[in-house]
């Protein structure tokens, strides 16, 4: 098997396969915040996010919305489709935390009136800023079209992982998307979708199921993503 390392983020590692289509996406334990300042190994992390994230695109998938991801081969590691990721962070949000609080001067927790999508330049230089249409279309990462086809599929996205959510006693707060570029040229869906890129409460007690256990040292950060790959996986 060819299997060169062809790049490796914050959260996983990437390497060739033997078909040039595909690649090898392997999850780590290591846990990054603000802009890689704060850092951690936590155990078992990795693989947790794997499942998550191949739950999710599997339920995508069943749903009619295709993503990057081919199969999951094993506790950290899945075969996804090979594309140039596009520096653009898709922000959906139900509800109002973190960036958005200090955005608006709303209190964490406040239900927005309808969901809303953001876009924000995936520049670590540059602290990620937020992004406008116009800033989006200078920088040559999309057209107005396209925009558009992504803010429907971020709205539609978030439609259906609230249905999952809801009945297990989830509220998605918000979440981050990213999208490749194919070979033709279109948009599909990338990266994954696990409690390092998603808020999740629990809707009983508001409890933090996500990294935001991590960023603000509440501890027991694992144990809070084992419960969210728990529970998705308690109606099997
Ligand atoms: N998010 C992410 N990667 C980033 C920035 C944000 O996955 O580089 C996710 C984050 O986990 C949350 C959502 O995007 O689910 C909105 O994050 P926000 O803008 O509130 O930023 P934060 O407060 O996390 O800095």
Redesign the pocket.
Known sequence: MSDTLLYEGKAKKIFSTDDPEIVRISYKNDTTAFNGEKFEQLEGKGQLNNEITSFFFNYLEEHGISSHFVRKISETEQLVRRVEIVPL?V?T?NIV?????KRLGWEEGRKLPKPIV?F?Y?DDELG?PLLADVHVQTLELATTFELEKLRRQALEINQHLLELLEPLGLLL????LEFGREASGSFLLADEISP????FWDMETNEKL???RF?RDLGGVTAAYAEVYRRLNSNN
């Open positions: 962070e922000v949000r935390a973190g960036s958005l609080s953001e924000y995936k990620d707060v918000d979440f981050k390092d890129t998603c808020r996500d990294k935001d960023r």
